[in-house]
């Protein structure tokens, strides 16, 4: 049994998944929101059954458990999680656990891969909290409290930016004094990469093609979203920079805006906290369009409402002009590779990306692109020279599969 406890914590939330590491195979995955607030919530889904061997009364079906209470803090957090599982009947100790994997979104340039956390690794991804406010202090918490729930246990960071390490110096570098950059460690890190990595990796499987062989863009469209230019399976570049706020326009960010126009807000009297909340939460399509929700920007594009179809514009466009570049950081592409949320699941704007590119070679089929499908697929025409394929993401999978990798050594 290989079965890796992935954890993805917020300052507030608690989101983990029971995975089995060398398949990648959901067993069990849960929740625990509103964490320091007067009423937490707990809900738990458990999909473990007799065929699993974990014992307990599992009947081969889901059991969903579901409870409010004071989660008071990241330690009670696990500690509601622990009780969810002995409440289906599969108590965490009976599951065959063998490490945790903790998604850490910022690893600055010091974690170019998946690592073991000792004290000193949990603490320099405390101070990496400076780069990632909304992010790496909730997961420190987490993981201070989960090793000392499980003390018997390996426990791995994995990284989003990690992925993007390999990217070559003028991807990621910015134009600016190099003394002040290194101080204030401004570079570009790029985010996603845990997408990015095992959607690259599960294309190169559809296509039944060497990883190494190919040169891909993944276009991550959820509700952060952002574009990799990808050459043999290595990040060369992508959308999201410093932090996850640069790019792709967003559900609630505003991706790609001139710095200049921060500095305007800012002498004419907005602070850094305004500006802040303006382009993180209250930007994108939101900010356009009155919702964050891509169905629903579509449905009131549909319906005639010029906002919801300029939120669109602007958000096509934008996608189309980082395709367009990467293709020619790339010399062409083998794979333009669709996944997360929007990319998975809306038609409509795969084919609006692609829409007039007979002339790089990409070229959609509708049927193909409209068909009622979930699984990893291409959308391409036979005649495209370019593969267009949707990939579901999965990066609890990834965590759990670098998670194991790492303890199995
Ligand atoms: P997150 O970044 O939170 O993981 P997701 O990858 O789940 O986000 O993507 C969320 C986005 O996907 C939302 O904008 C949602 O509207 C969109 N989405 C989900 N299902 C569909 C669908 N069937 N059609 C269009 N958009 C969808």
Same mark, same amino acid.
């Given at each position: 049994m290989t079965r890796v406890l992935v954890i993805n914590a917020g300052s507030s939330s608690i989101k983990y998944q029971l995975v089995e590491a060398d398949t990648g195979e959901r067993l069990a995955s849960g929740l625990v929101e509103r964490i320091g607030e007067p009423l937490g919530h707990v809900v738990h889904q458990s999909l473990i059954n007799d065929? $699993? =061997?974990a014992g307990g009364s599992g009947d081969g079906g889901e059991t969903v458990v579901e409870r409010e209470? &004071?989660? %008071?803090? $990241?330690t009670a957090g696990f500690a509601a999680m622990v009780e969810a599982f002995a409440a289906t009947g599969h108590p965490v100790d009976s599951l065959g656990i063998t490490a945790l994997g903790h998604r850490v979104v910022q690893g600055g340039g010091d974690f170019i891969e998946p690592t073991l956390l000792d004290d000193g690794v949990a603490n320099r991804i405390h101070e990496l909290g400076e780069l990632a406010p909304l992010h790496n202090p909730g997961h420190y918490q987490a993981i201070v409290a989960a090793?000392? !729930?499980? &003390?018997?246990?390996?426990?791995? +960071?994995?990284?989003?930016? +990690?992925?993007?390490?390999?990217? &070559?110096?003028?991807?990621?570098r910015? *134009?600016?004094? &190099? +003394?002040?950059a290194a101080d204030h460690?401004?570079?570009?890190? =790029?985010?996603?990469g845990i997408s990015h990595q095992v959607v690259s990796r599960r294309a190169a499987e559809f296509l039944g093609r060497p990883l190494a062989s190919l040169k891909q863009i993944v276009l991550h469209l959820g509700n952060g979203a952002s574009a990799c230019?990808?050459?043999?399976?290595?990040?060369?570049?992508?959308?999201?920079? !410093?932090?996850? %706020?640069?790019?792709?326009?967003?559900g609630t960010r505003s991706g790609d805006i001139d710095p200049g126009a921060i500095l305007h807000l800012l002498r004419r009297g907005l602070d850094v906290d305004d500006i802040d909340e303006l382009l993180n939460k209250r930007s994108g399509l939101l900010g356009f369009a009155g919702t964050n929700d891509f169905r629903d920007v579509r449905a009131a594009a549909e319906a005639g409402n010029a906002d919801a179809q300029l939120a669109i514009a602007v958000y096509v466009h934008r996608i189309r002009a980082y395709l367009g *570049?990467? %293709?020619?950081?790339l010399g062409g592409a083998d794979a333009i590779v669709f996944t997360a949320g929007v990319g998975e699941n809306n038609a409509a704007v795969r084919a609006e990306i692609c829409a007039d590119l007979d002339w790089f070679g990409i070229r959609i089929d509708p049927d193909r692109n409209e068909a009622d499908a979930r699984g990893p697929r291409r959308i391409s025409s036979d005649d495209s020279r370019v593969e267009v394929l949707v990939i579901p993401t999965d990066e609890e999978a990834e965590i759990a599969r670098q998670a194991w990798e790492l303890v199995r050594g």
């Open positions: 065929a $699993h =061997g209470l &004071p989660v %008071l803090d $990241h090793r000392r !729930l499980f &003390p018997g246990l390996p426990q791995v +960071a994995v990284f989003d930016t +990690a992925f993007h390490q390999t990217m &070559p110096p003028e991807s990621s910015y *134009a600016i004094d &190099p +003394a002040i460690g401004i570079r570009r890190y =790029g985010f996603h230019a990808i050459d043999g399976g290595r990040s060369v570049d992508t959308s999201m920079g !410093l932090t996850p %706020l640069a790019g792709l326009v967003m *570049a990467y %293709l020619l950081e």
